[in-house]
């Protein structure tokens, strides 16, 4: 009885101190990591989106909604104007989530190009939904009044070649990101007209 | 006292030296070594949790139960192995990239549990410390090799820290020879078993004593 008291106590205590001390580590790197991941991931994509916008989009980020919904956004401004906003979306791929970018242009109500962050596709197949700026540069100019599909679904996207998933992820993740926008216009516009000053 | 802390501590580096002595851990050692930068950060990581978990498990050897002796000792490893994935994120997030999943594999490396049981458990902290040390320098010392090797045949050049959050010395031969043409099969999951053995087959030619 003894011995079986022990080994309780002494697996819930060597729990305990780990959890507790991975779980202080882990509040203390947070806000490092998350500037990493900006500055070496979602940084180049944004700039890549938002070319010849003519503030700093990485900079420049608006922030919506409090606490949990809270939601970052970026925006370009073209003309003197805060034309283009990009929203975080995630759709689900083959290998994992894949984490997306989605310019939207407010005057054109269409797309204004789109960018693969983080993802885990198989390269040479899903992979190209990230490397071949070719095939991400369909979504650009695509109307947001639309569902964007893949072909094969009856959308004008033509899907990559052997990653259906892949593609379908990402015109899904779109459409989130799209539904979040309409959802979120009114605060944004207010906001935009802020920065516009 | 039969074996000093200098003899722990060198065993490691050539008598022991995990992967090619022991023939240990080889997962990491066949996956990441495709540039001597991965070899290096994922032989340091090891390090690090071999040291910490040595310490611990040797400071605790007569409180923990017998029984329930390798759950405790996962418990320990894994808490470092995450403490180490979590500060290479936050300060060196390209090797982070690289590496992925091979850092979290560590909990399951057998060098660390092998010297936590073998080792650990039933010797003193300072012991374990030589002890954590020497086989965690071996580790990376072979890492770094066997790395070196397979990038300077399959793509010409010795990196250290040439990822973007370090610009640092590149090695490259293609300037010194324009004719050399890299042989790719090395950096390949192939290359790295080839390489492995002729290594091993090369350590066993040098009697071990």
Redesign the interface.
Known sequence: MG?MI??VL??TV??II?GG??SY??KN?KP??EK??MQ?VKGPAVRQILQGASNKPVDDVLTLGEGKNASKVFYGVYEGKPKVVVMESEGKGYGGPIGLLVAIDMEKQALHGIGVTTHTETGGLGAEAKDNPEWAAQFTGKSINKKIQVTGDGGEISAIGGATITSRAVCDATNKAVATYQEIKPQLTEKLQGVAK | MAKSIVQEFTKGLWKEVPPFRLVLGLCPVLGVTTSVQNGLGMGLATTFVLLCSNILVSTLRK???S??RI??YI??I??FV??VE??M???A??LYQTLGVFIPLIVVNCIVLGRAEAFASKNGIILSIADGLGIGLGFTCSLAALSAVREIIGKGTITIWGA??FEGPIVNIAHTFPDFVPFEFMVQAPGAFVCLGLMLCMMNLVPSK
């Open positions: 011995e022990k080994m002494v697996l060597l729990s780990s001390s991975l580590l882990e790197l490092i990591q990493q991941i070496l | 409180v923990i139960p029984k329930v759950a405790c418990i320990i894994a808490t995450i403490v979590q500060v994120k936050a300060f997030f390209p973007p959050l």
